[in-house]
């Protein structure tokens, strides 16, 4: 691409970055407008799209010339010499036309890439389409009889400039409105700090005039401080609601000056289209359904590169060739439907396909290689966002890799949203992102957990429910809460972060979060639930980008930030317990507060014992094997053990002969849970020297505490 424009940073800087952007959007508009000129059967409508074309590329022409961006400035004029011989000779776009402006408006985007990078482009950047403009303008005019003109396009006479090109807009960049709707934040903030200070008056006030009541020669100092307190209490109400009023207005202003429609984030979308299905021998269209609809900004720049995938993924594995649709009784060409809708204070986008759907069969298999075997079809659908499971039997330049659907899904997360997927019932598959309207504040509800605040968004939020001994549950290894609703995984959320519960031994009853997770409700268990209220949100930083428990951070109103919980990443924990089956009801049993050390390779074990038998009145410690076991007995010591048999680098046989041959805890009474079913087992374990032997199977709380009493 010939240039001879300076390097990129001599120019101002202001000046060079809205040129880039215009350069991208320009890009943009001409494919659209392409592809409508494809897809519509209108010869009118044709010639329409063609002159809207050709005003593009005139603009887009004018500011590079302006920047010395020679190469672009050419692939513009000969994009308006093409164009102008259509348009004064009436006659449409045929497909090589097409599909070689097509190409010209890459190679303008490419260019605006190299800018953005703060690089020029290469001399030899854009040269092939260049000549082949050029070559599709000397065969028209060789046909014609006529030179290329020299001169203005469209047989001579100037684009005029319509009243919709100078509109009053203006372009103001993300990073002033994020600090803009930042600063809004702040007020709305402080707006509530002052009502607390009204309230906080409004108490003085009343205390004032019972320190008046106290005695006569208090009466005249209470009565001055009462009135000037009643002063400060009405003008700090009249100022929060100025304040409200102002800060509200600005807040909304801000918020919609952030918003974009929808179909900006579906922008290239039906491109993807076109070219994979004529890259395949497939037929196939895009609808966009809700385009109008006003999101975020920064929600719908994390939706594009989601988006691109699953369209990518519905084209390549969904839609089948036309002999095979013809085959099956659909239409010869396939059609990919994309759809947002408001839900709430949420949006949600479903990507579907009228293709062949999920092969459930082929994707067991395929998951079989990196998960756990799992039955149910709902679970096994979510493990196609896994990264390494893909439902395509071959790798092509298209698919097969299994990386497309998990960066959907890490894409999703960082928007603190969540992507599910179904078969349709009629053929094909659908991807639903579930995402917030908004990435600058969050209606959360603050929890503690390990003497720590953390936040929970309430679009996720179902209900909050207490636990007590009895509601906890296990089937060999299934670890479940019985609810009222029925059993349900759970995450004990300060053991899950490797914090110290901040509750006290004997718990006689305990807080859960019963969030609404992909897959089924999930119980978190608190220390405490605080309350729900409106917070600022801000970005982790590079340090914590890649720790997905965490979606953001919250700014409290006193200055403390407080985690908000990635309520995907705690339903693949809770995942991890299995699916439960009926559930046995635990009964609680009072118990002498004594220290109990808990032995289980298995985190979700030890977690289950633990909080029975905190819930008991133990104090409880835990290790995961039996070498880490005996170094928590001679470090801190305990007054029994309770231990798994199969575990590495020390079993629980060998655990309890260690403990037997030691100078400290000969006597320390031991007692064996394990999933080992056979008498020998049985034998072998009390030989070895434990004070009793119960199996996973046939787990049973109140025998177990009873047990425990018994031992000890």
Request: net charge neutral.
């Amino acid at each position: 691409m010939a240039t001879d424009m300076t390097k990129p940073e001599e120019f101002h800087r202001e000046l060079l970055h809205m040129f880039i952007q215009e350069v991208g959007e320009r890009a943009s508009d001409m494919e659209q407008a392409l592809l409508a000129i494809e897809d519509t059967g209108e010869a009118d409508e044709k010639l329409r799209l063609q002159e809207q074309l050709l005003r593009t590329a005139h603009s887009l022409k004018g500011a590079a010339g302006l920047l010395r961006v020679r190469g672009v400035e050419a692939i513009c004029h000969w994009m308006e010499e093409i164009l102008s011989i259509t348009l004064n000779e009436q006659i449409v776009l045929e497909k090589t036309k097409l599909d070689l402006l097509l190409s010209a408006a890459d190679a303008i985007r490419d260019a605006a890439q190299f800018l953005e990078a703060g690089e020029t482009p290469p001399p030899t950047h854009g040269e092939s389409v260049i000549d082949a403009l050029k070559a599709a303008v000397a065969r028209r005019t060789d046909h014609r009889g006529d030179k290329p003109k020299s001169g203005p396009p469209y047989g001579g006479l100037k684009v005029p400039v319509r009243s919709s090109d100078t509109d009053g807009s203006m372009r103001v960049t993300a990073d002033r409105l994020d600090t803009l709707l930042y600063r809004s934040g702040e007020l709305l903030s402080f707006n509530g700090t002052i009502r607390r200070h009204a309230e906080e008056a409004s108490l003085l006030r009343e205390q004032a005039r019972k320190l008046r009541g106290v005695g006569p020669e208090f009466a005249a100092q209470a009565a001055s401080i009462e009135n000037g307190l009643r002063q400060l209490a009405t003008s700090l109400r009249q100022d929060v609601r100025v304040m409200h009023s102002a800060a509200t207005a600005l807040d909304h202003e801000v918020r919609h000056a952030r918003t974009q429609p929808f179909a900006e984030a579906c922008k290239g979308l039906d491109r993807i289209v076109r070219d994979m299905a004529a890259a395949s021998g497939k037929l196939a269209e895009l609808e966009i359904k809700g385009g109008e609809i006003e999101i975020d900004r920064s929600i719908l720049s994390g939706l594009q590169d989601a988006l691109r995938h699953l369209v990518r993924n519905a084209v390549a594995h969904g839609i089948l060739p036309p002999e095979e649709r013809r085959a099956a009784g659909k239409p010869e060409k396939g059609k990919v439907l994309i759809a947002a809708a408001i839900f709430g204070d949420r949006m949600q986008v479903r990507v579907e396909d009228d293709g062949c759907g999920l092969d459930v069969a082929f994707l067991s298999k395929a998951a079989g290689e990196h998960l756990p075997e799992v039955n149910d079809e709902a679970a096994l659908l979510r493990h196609v966002f896994e990264p390494g499971v893909s439902t395509s039997a071959t790798v092509t330049s298209l698919s097969g890799r299994g990386i497309g659907l998990d960066i959907v899904k890490r894409n999703v997360e960082r928007l603190r949203g969540t992507a599910e997927v179904s078969q349709v019932p009629t053929g094909g598959a659908a991807f639903t992102l579930t995402l917030p309207l908004t990435l600058a504040t969050v209606r959360a509800l603050e929890v503690i957990a390990g003497e720590h605040v953390f936040a929970i968004d309430t679009a996720s939020v179902w209900r909050v429910i207490r636990i007590h001994a009895q509601d906890f549950a296990m089937s060999e290894e299934r670890c479940v809460v019985s609810a009222p609703s029925g059993p349900m995984p759970f995450v004990d959320l300060a053991d899950w972060l490797g914090m110290r519960p901040g509750r006290s031994a004997a718990w006689q009853a305990l807080p859960a979060v019963v969030v609404d997770a992909p897959g089924g409700p999930v119980a978190v268990l608190v220390d405490a639930v605080i309350g729900e209220r409106e917070l600022l949100a801000r970005p982790l930083g590079p340090r914590l980008a890649k720790v997905r428990r965490y979606s953001a951070g919250m700014v409290l109103p006193d200055g403390r930030i407080a985690l908000l919980l990635n309520i995907a990443v705690i339903a693949e924990t809770a995942a991890k317990t299995r699916s439960p089956g009926r559930a046995r009801v635990l009964q609680p049993v009072p118990a002498a507060r004594r220290k109990v050390l808990v032995v289980d390779d298995s985190k979700y074990v030890r977690t289950l014992v633990k909080l029975i038998l905190e819930g008991a009145g133990y104090d409880v410690a835990m290790a995961s094997n039996g070498k880490q076991a005996l170094d928590v007995l001679r470090d801190r010591g305990a007054d029994m053990v309770v231990a798994d048999v199969d575990m590495p680098a020390m079993n629980g046989f060998e655990l309890t002969k260690a403990i037997r041959r030691s100078e400290r805890f000969p006597d320390t009474p031991v007692v064996l849970v394990t999933g080992r079913e056979t008498l020998e087992d049985k034998i072998q374990g009390l030989r070895a020297g434990a004070n009793a032997y119960l199996r996973k199977d046939q787990f049973d709380a109140q025998h177990f505490l009873e047990t425990m009493r018994r031992v000890v």
